[in-house]
């Protein structure tokens, strides 16, 4: 046997020694615990103000999602959660999302349910609704560029007074500088 055959040998007897002597640990201890690493993204959300423009509320999001649906999905839900800095909600019902996806072109299509009769009056409060979270998303959302919203998972072409026949880029006009 060579030496370093000999030393190999050695080296195996003595871990094989040194874990004889060490008590059993059990199922539990014996794992190595890694600790879960939480990412935390600042993401920029758009609710009512003052004038009737849209006011950024910057919030944290653990864990949001790089691209995508799911991204999509993270950034309305927080929408939908309502601010945080005691503003207006942009949605006056308790909306939840059905769905979301982008297609190729870049169009993100967000589907929600839809308003109660009367739940959205006035150009000010649909201006708000839309844009809001038509800001939200292109503005959080790498790829995106235009927003497509859809009710009970139907096209519509009106919200009040706004066309929503198409999918709509952001107006940076209706946000408070």
Known sequence: MSGAA????????AA????????QLSGEAAQVATPEVVVIST????????AGLLEREARDVADLPESGPARIRAIVAEVLAGSQDRRA????????????????????????SGPPDGAVEGTASESALVYGIVQAVVA????????????????????????LSRPLAPRPELVAP
């Open 89 to 112: 909600p942009l949605l006056p019902w308790t909306a939840t999302l059905n769905a979301a996806f982008v297609d190729r072109a870049g169009n993100a299509y967000v589907d929600l």
């Open 140 to 163: 959080n959302c790498p790829g995106v560029e235009r927003v497509q919203l859809l009710f009970d998972g139907s096209e519509v072409t009106t919200l009040g007074h706004l066309d």
């Open 6 to 13: 000999r030393v190999a040998v050695a080296v195996l007897a």
């Open 16 to 23: 094989v020694v040194a874990c004889a002597r060490s008590p």
């Open 43 to 50: 993401v920029m959300l758009f609710f009512p103000g003052e």
